[in-house]
């Protein structure tokens, strides 16, 4: 039987065998890291390392790292009104934000609003190309600023779906002038283009293990220094993570997370160049073979990595299940709840027709995606795209 061929990496990417080796042999460790005899203290080091590793891949200090079960809990942390200066002080810098700003393509664990009351969150409009609207959200910001409203706004590095890289260091002046902080979730495009803490402007920059090549389940949030301070952890309990997170530490998945994060951080350069061009080879292949067909965001920057097309007449459902029948792994751009097929909200907000989103099909790549797999695509995607087209024309194929 031919090997399957993985393209969804923004779902999830394959274990590295580094990360597997790191987090195997974590797993075989017995200490706990808030010991202080020699079993704790080497279990211990094991997390610090990683949390250079980790912090070496966003350009920010270990010491404002911390380890989260996932982008989602780094998100929720993130997300808190109870977000204050560290020094304390008697100004309303001591109030809980009263608003929080997101954009309207962000993630679902995003879009959920955290710790703020529904009713305390605003959505920022986006642009037809993908791109946060930084004039509508210089409006915004001017009207909370006019009701002497500081809010968090959160804004992702690059987009889940389309890949479109957001304006996030130009949103960052914007968001400071405006007296707000700034959360960053940078889970799909740290590790995949240049992601450094102080070069965006992040205040608050969330990651997640899986995405890069780590185990599931792991994340951090990271701050860009020690100016803020959670006043209010998510998970209360014990002093671990300096007593931002609490509970015994997920010490494989940190540790495959910071081999992972190392190994992202070497290749960068080399592994994004790889990856677009693959890219751009799958969407040159299908604009040949389909004229029609549609690249969402493709007149802004995109992630190297991510394809969102769409063929008028085809239903993403149909293809992606013909696609995995033929061996080739990708994903839908549209969420499926209650058994009706909802467009994305991403090409929602981008204003695209629902009946074109619904085609929305995401191709995603890795470092180790190959020529061979692209072409693989490619033939698959001819043979079968003609019996979709036919089948929704309601000709027999
Ligand atoms: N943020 C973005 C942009 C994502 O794509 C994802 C996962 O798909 C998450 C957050 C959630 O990360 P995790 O799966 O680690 O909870």
């Keep these: 039987m031919a090997e399957r061929i993985y393209l969804d990496w923004n779902a999830t990417a394959p274990l590295r065998p580094q990360a597997l080796a790191a987090a195997a042999e974590a797993l075989e460790a017995c200490g706990n890291p ?81 710790r703020f009351a529904r009713n305390a969150v605003e959505m920022a409009p986006v642009g037809p190309d993908g791109r946060c609207d930084l004039a509508a959200l210089g409006r915004q910001l001017a009207a909370l600023a006019q009701k002497g409203v500081r809010p968090l706004v959160s ?8 890949g479109v890289v957001q304006p996030v260091s130009q949103a960052a ?80 998945g940190i540790a495959g997370f910071g ?44 992630l190297p990595n991510t394809t969102l097309f769409a063929v008028p007449g085809i239903k993403a459902e149909t293809a992606v299940i013909a696609l995995d029948l033929d061996g080739i792994a990708v994903s839908s751009g549209a969420a499926c709840s209650s058994g009706k097929v909802q467009p994305s909200h991403v090409l929602e907000a981008m204003g695209v027709a629902p009946p074109l989103a619904r085609g929305a099909i995401r191709a995603s790549l890795g470092p180790t995606t190959t020529e061979f797999e692209v072409d693989r695509f490619l033939d698959a995607w001819l043979r079968l795209s003609k019996t979709l087209l036919k089948e929704s024309r309601g000709i027999a194929a």
């Design 34 to 114: 808030s010991s202080v005899h020699a079993e704790g203290r080497a279990v211990r080091r094991r997390i610090e390392e990683a949390r250079e590793q980790v912090a070496a891949l966003v350009g920010a200090e270990p010491r404002n790292v911390v380890f989260t079960s996932g982008g989602t809990e780094a998100n929720m942390t993130a997300l808190c009104p109870n977000l204050v200066p560290a020094s304390p002080g008697n100004g309303p810098e001591m109030r809980p934000r009263a608003c929080l700003v997101v954009s309207a393509i962000e993630h679902p664990s995003v879009l959920a609003g955290g």
């Design 155 to 162: 804004i992702m590095l690059a987009n889940n779906e389309t």
């Design 173 to 252: 002046g914007l968001v400071h002038e405006a007296g707000g902080v700034l959360h960053v979730d940078a889970v799909q495009g740290a590790g995949r283009i240049a992601c450094n803490i102080n070069d965006l402007g992040a205040d608050l920059l969330s990651l997640s293990g899986h995405k890069i090549g780590g185990p599931k389940g792991v994340g951090a949030l990271i701050k860009r220094d020690q100016a803020l301070h959670f006043a209010d952890p998510l998970v209360k309990g014990g002093g671990q993570e300096r007593g931002a997170r609490a509970g015994t530490e997920n010490v494989p």
């Design 259 to 302: 081999a992972a994060a190392a190994l992202a951080r070497q290749a960068l350069a080399e592994d994004s160049a790889r990856m677009r061009a693959l890219r751009d080879r799958l969407e040159a292949g299908l604009k040949a073979m389909m004229p029609e067909a549609i690249v969402f965001g493709a007149e802004a920057e995109r």
